[in-house]
């Protein structure tokens, strides 16, 4: 299966408890390096309220809510625990990666298992400090194609009122988190105040990736021009810089598995630039990752849209699209060129799209999750279509897609092209 992919059944349980909200901006707070990491134990710190930001949309107020019930003091802590042992994951995939219904890049890591047919529940599971469990959620369906499968796990970490931790795709719960969290089982999501310690086993995962990630309330990021079109996943806009809040010794084992070289390590999710190309997109009678045209929220990513540098290479240019031919689908981009970056209002643009591989620095081909230092995309020759592309202003985009044809067919825009927005 592709990492990390189940978070439909998250965002029907997400909008179910936030509920729906007018759009009203979003002031930026702070940027990701401005938040010095403290040594906090939860211990130290005194209750207070939810913090209340007048900025904030309804949506927004309700999701700080959510995750702040009974929450103790501000600001990050320093994590303890890396979140498997040394001898159970092979590499880590950072921030950013497009993989099928993840259309716009992905805003958590994977921990990738020593073992990728290694049997579920191979290799316990660990709070990565101390703090809260607050959230359990249980899914049993295939994001991509809605299908069931076997049921895999959701959990919140509160740390601070501002500072949170995150799994997903866990295979089994601990005793003692069955025991705080019972009506998971039969309701498929539960709320609770279970404390953990760093290190504390909470589940089991095997036979594929441990998604994880740090959200810092207190910074938004500023590469989304309008973050209240992330209202559905409301954590989105606050994620943080994975290696930064631990002590040098736990950092440097990760990175020395982290499979991205570039710059930042932990990998980028907000390339919006204010009229050019680059960044995500949304298709014009939706609202961001709140669609009210599709009220139950399957296929919630057909109308997003994005044009963003590869996760792993960042030379390398990437299209994703929520629907091609029915399904949402990643390419390359032939020729690798124009940088979307740099392309500016009225200029239309043809991208002939291609399938892709990567290569180790050796020229040899990676197997997409073991561990290597150096990662270099390789564009197929094969066109599979056509996208043409034209900034009608700073913030819309008439998009058209030509499955199937070479850049030599296609003349221009047809009566089916499409309008997006951000």
Sequence with gaps: MQPGLGKIWLIVIAILILGGGSAVFFVSRSHRDDTPAVNKSVEEVSQ????DDPNLTPTQKQFRKSWQRNCEGTGPVTLTHLPMKETDFSSIIPLGLLAGAHVTPIDHLYFSPADRNSPRDAYPVFAMGDGYLIEVQRRGINVDTGQARAEEFRYTFQHT?????????????????KTAFPEVMTRGHAIGHMKVKGGQEIGRIGGQTLDTAIYNLDLTLKGFIHPELYDGEAWKIHTDDFFKYWPAVLKQKMLARNV???EPRTGKIDYDVDGKLIGNWFKEGTKGYIDESNPDRSYYWEGHLAIVPDVYDPSFIRVSIGNWQGKAMQFAVKGNAPDPATVGVGEPIKYELVQHSYVKADGTSWDNFSYTPVVKGKAMDRVMGVV????IENRQLKAEFFPGKTAAQVTGFTDQAWRYYR
């Design 161 to 177: 009122c501002t500072f949170f931790t995150y799994f997903d795709l866990v295979t089994s719960l601990s005793d003692e988190v």
């Design 388 to 391: 043409l592309f034209q900034l």
């Design 260 to 262: 991205r070289s570039a």
């Design 48 to 51: 207070q309220d939810p913090i």
